[in-house]
């Protein structure tokens, strides 16, 4: 399960969020390999954000891991409870000193956006085929964004495409990610 869990996020990685650019920082990592992936099977959220605690600690101790994605294989499948795993871990990162230091991205299969339709396409910008957390260095986002011309189009530009798409066209890609060798 874990090795299917990796490729499948892998994949997305390399085919949604690569290919449509909806992080023009992402192709430098995926080709420098300065991702790692993380399976978390943690089913509660005190434990899950131990986990992300513990990925924190070895981004610090391994300076040419630049990202993480943690990606939970077991548990919050619901979206709700994941939100409320992510209002965790913001809120850790900030009592353990993290804050500037790291923040945090997040995904999942059901993700829709505040004051958003379920069925939106924009929706698909923040869908991926697990739960994941994603550990971001904060000082190399801040370089990305400095070389980075008009940063703050990137959301818009995301949800411009993703509807122009529309969801049918993302579910088949989603789909497609899920299948592994």
Known sequence: ????????????????????????????????????????????????????????????????????????????????????LVDLANALLVAQGYEGTFQLANFHPDYVFADSEQDDPANYTNRAPYPALHVIREASMAEALESYDDPESIPDNNIKLARRKGAAFWQQLLRQCQQTD
């Not at 490729?7 to 790692?36: D, T």
């Not at 605690?53 to 630049?66: G, H, N, S, V, Y």
């Open 1 to 84: 399960m874990h090795h299917i869990a990796v490729q499948a996020m892998q994949n997305w990685v390399s085919s949604v969020i690569v290919k449509y650019n909806f992080c023009p920082f992402a192709r430098k990592e995926v080709e420098q390999n300065a991702i790692h992936y993380r399976i978390c099977e943690s089913q509660k959220a005190e434990d899950a954000v131990m986990d992300m605690l513990d990925e924190c600690q070895a981004l610090t101790e391994t300076p040419k891991r630049e990202t993480s994605l943690l990606i939970f294989t077991q548990g919050f499948t619901d979206f709700d409870a994941f939100l409320d």
